[in-house]
């Protein structure tokens, strides 16, 4: 079943008042789009998105006003017969008609109100359910925020993600998640991942147990959230295996909806893993900016090889 949340969610999260339609107020809001019903009011309905939060500003209402009572009730009455919507929205505190707010209460439809303009009003509430209905995941690992990259590290139990994490606080980076990472796709190409709010700020270090990193480090030390950009896996280093060397060919896996670029770091005595994690963090900036250093010596590799071809073609 997809995720929603209420109309009274709403309320209690936005500056919004309700005028009538109490019964109502445990629609579900599944859509994270918002409509305004110009068009339906004129009476085309065809392709009327009525599982929408329906927003009415002064554009419409200037409309409705046009209207004669009956056929003000044939229009609002349309909108109210749809057990799907979840809720209207009348931003700046316009007037509602009596026969709106009658017709409302009748179908118990939530007629709610708000000081704010329309514009303000959209972009709160859009906020609001991006976040709210963003799909999820629950990943094992730890999150970090390494030179303002999100750092999310991964691997098997006992590998040492929590002590990496660790020597990267005391080296002044930031924790965001131990163990569990709560991760929300809040848009196409972006992930965001927190700590489940039981684990929030904890950071558990085999032999010292379970540890407070903002009571130990300050408030400056933990996230409450960050935008991952990079996962790096640990795993026991293998002699057998062929690490890469170059970089050249940037790994990717895949979280809900989202790829991102993705790092094996073998594990063994005497690598110092925070070093590496910082090093990384360095790296992916300056990909971000366009500079490739493996990239690069490819080319100046291919470059030496043709100049020499060439010579080799003179003699």
Same mark, same amino acid.
């Given at each position: 079943?997809?995720?929603?949340?209420?109309?009274?969610?709403?309320?209690?999260?936005?500056?919004?008042?309700?005028?009538?339609?109490?019964?109502?107020?445990?629609?579900?809001?599944?859509?994270?789009?918002?409509?305004?019903?110009?068009?339906?009011?004129?009476?085309?309905?065809?392709?009327?998105?009525?599982?929408?939060?329906?927003?009415?500003?002064?554009?419409?209402?200037?409309?409705?006003?046009?209207?004669?009572?009956?056929?003000?009730?044939?229009?609002?009455?349309?909108?109210?017969?749809?057990?799907?919507?979840?809720?209207?929205?009348?931003?700046?505190?316009?007037?509602?008609?009596?026969?709106?707010?009658?017709?409302?209460?009748?179908?118990?439809?939530?007629?709610?109100?708000?000081?704010? *303009?329309?514009?303000? /009003? +959209?972009?709160?509430?859009?906020? &609001? $359910?991006?976040?709210? !209905?963003?799909?999820?995941? %629950?990943?094992?690992?730890?999150?970090?925020?390494?030179?303002?990259?999100?750092?999310?590290?991964?691997?098997?139990?006992?590998?040492?993600?929590?002590?990496?994490?660790?020597?990267?606080?005391?080296?002044?980076?930031?924790?965001?998640?131990?163990?569990?990472?709560?991760?929300?796709?809040? *848009?196409?190409?972006? /992930? +965001?991942?927190?700590?489940?709010? &039981? $684990?929030?700020?904890? !950071?558990?270090?085999?032999? %010292?147990?379970?540890?407070?990193?903002?009571?130990?480090?300050?408030?400056?030390?933990?996230?409450?959230?960050?935008?991952?950009?990079?996962?790096?896996?640990?795993?026991?280093?293998?002699?057998?295996?062929?690490?890469?060397?170059?970089?050249?060919?940037?790994?990717?896996?895949?979280?809900?909806?989202?790829?991102?670029?993705?790092?094996?770091?073998?594990?063994?005595?005497?690598?110092? !893993?925070?070093?590496?994690?910082?090093?990384?963090?360095?790296?992916?900036?300056?990909?971000?900016?366009?500079?490739?250093?493996?990239?690069?010596?490819?080319?100046?590799?291919?470059?030496?090889?043709?100049?020499?071809?060439?010579?080799?073609?003179?003699?």
């Amino acid at each position: 079943m997809s995720k929603f949340i209420t109309v009274r969610d709403l309320l209690a999260a936005l500056p919004l008042d309700i005028l009538v339609g109490q019964r109502g107020l445990s629609r579900p809001v599944r859509s994270v789009e918002i409509h305004r019903p110009g068009l339906a009011l004129a009476g085309f309905l065809q392709h009327y998105p009525a599982e929408r939060v329906q927003v009415m500003g002064r554009t419409e209402f200037a409309y409705l006003s046009s209207l004669s009572e009956g056929e003000l009730r044939a229009r609002v009455g349309a909108l109210c017969a749809y057990e799907d919507t979840p809720c209207i929205v009348v931003t700046r505190d316009l007037q509602s008609p009596e026969p709106m707010v009658a017709l409302a209460e009748e179908a118990g439809v939530p007629l709610l109100s708000t000081a704010l *303009s329309t514009p303000k /009003l +959209v972009a709160q509430l859009t906020t &609001l $359910l991006e976040l709210r !209905l963003a799909p999820e995941t %629950l990943v094992h690992g730890v999150l970090v925020d390494v030179y303002g990259i999100g750092i999310l590290m991964t691997g098997a139990s006992g590998i040492g993600k929590s002590e990496t994490a660790l020597e990267l606080l005391k080296r002044g980076h930031r924790m965001v998640a131990d163990d569990a990472v709560e991760i929300r796709q809040t *848009s196409e190409d972006t /992930l +965001v991942g927190s700590a489940p709010p &039981l $684990l929030q700020h904890l !950071l558990e270090i085999r032999g %010292l147990g379970v540890l407070n990193a903002m009571t130990l480090f300050g408030a400056g030390a933990i996230r409450t959230h960050k935008k991952i950009e990079m996962i790096v896996e640990l795993e026991s280093w293998q002699d057998d295996r062929s690490y890469d060397r170059l970089g050249l060919d940037e790994a990717k896996r895949r979280i809900l909806d989202v790829e991102l670029t993705s790092l094996v770091v073998p594990v063994r005595p005497g690598r110092n !893993l925070a070093i590496i994690i910082e090093v990384a963090a360095m790296n992916q900036r300056l990909k971000r900016m366009g500079y490739h250093a493996a990239r690069e010596l490819s080319e100046k590799l291919l470059s030496t090889i043709g100049i020499e071809d060439r010579e080799e073609e003179r003699d």
